[in-house]
């Protein structure tokens, strides 16, 4: 079945310990990014990669970080996690072309994970 | 910097009625894309406009895109409780960066 998965799917923490949220596909895409969405502010952009060891800076990356070794993974680090970082994650990903335009658009989002810093 | 506005922020309808979302953006995009989220689960892609004038359809739910007003509208059709949800439109980036900006989404709420 093509999907996107992340784990864990819930987090409680302490702030500073450093944490890693997995992000895993399994549909060969080459974009892939992370989202947190917070009530009333929608789906923010944290980062993306366009490809392996491609990434860039959405509209909110400041206290995380990413890496793309493998096409496959892509995950999120927080190397010291505040209280304000307190949100849902989002994973996506999408293909390129490859016969049908719809795939080449379409984001493809995981099931989330809920972050808690206290 | 693209900005995406989406309007209104909470709509509570009747069984049967007709409405329209609204979803502006603030510069040049030639991709808009429409999402589902139900509560407590994540999103669901719906349509993806990729040219002026496209429009899309899928049931209840029709996706239309004007790229000179910079407008992208959902309208829903004879809407039923089971399109209760919260949609969210998103644009792309594509001048040199391939980001996404969301609106802030639409808690429609389809009363029996």
């Known amino acids: 079945e093509a999907q996107v998965t992340q784990n864990p799917r819930y987090l409680i923490t302490v702030t500073g310990k450093k944490l890693t949220v997995t992000c895993s596909q399994n549909?060969?895409?080459?974009?892939m990014s992370w989202y947190r969405q917070d009530p009333g502010l929608g789906l923010r952009q944290i980062y993306y990669?366009?490809?392996?060891?491609?990434?860039d800076k959405g509209d909110v990356p400041e206290g995380y970080k990413v890496s793309r070794k493998e096409k496959r993974n892509f995950p999120l680090i927080l190397e010291s996690p505040s209280p304000n970082q307190t949100s849902l994650y989002f994973c996506?990903?999408?293909?390129?072309?490859?016969?049908?335009?719809?795939?080449?658009?379409?984001?493809?989002f995981g099931p989330g994970t809920r972050l808690t810093v206290l | 910097e693209l900005k995406v506005e989406q309007n209104p922020l909470f709509l509570s309808m009747q069984e049967g009625k007709n409405y329209t979302i609204y979803c502006n953006y603030s510069t040049t995009s030639d991709r808009l894309y429409w999402y589902r989220q139900d509560p407590g689960k994540s999103l669901e892609s719906l349509f993806v406009l990729l040219s002026n004038g496209a429009v899309k359809q899928e049931g209840r739910l029709m996706a239309s895109l004007d790229t000179k007003a910079r407008l992208s509208t959902l309208h829903i059709t004879a809407a039923v409780h089971d399109l209760s949800a919260t949609y969210f439109c998103?644009?792309?980036?594509?001048?040199?960066?391939?980001?996404?900006?969301f609106g802030t989404g639409t808690r429609l709420k389809v009363l029996a």
């Open positions: 549909m060969n895409h080459e974009y």
């Open positions: 990669s366009m490809n392996v060891e491609v990434t």
């Open positions: 998103a644009a792309l980036t594509t001048s040199g960066t391939y980001k996404y900006i």
């Open positions: 996506a990903s999408r293909g390129r072309a490859s016969g049908s335009i719809s795939s080449y658009n379409e984001q493809f």
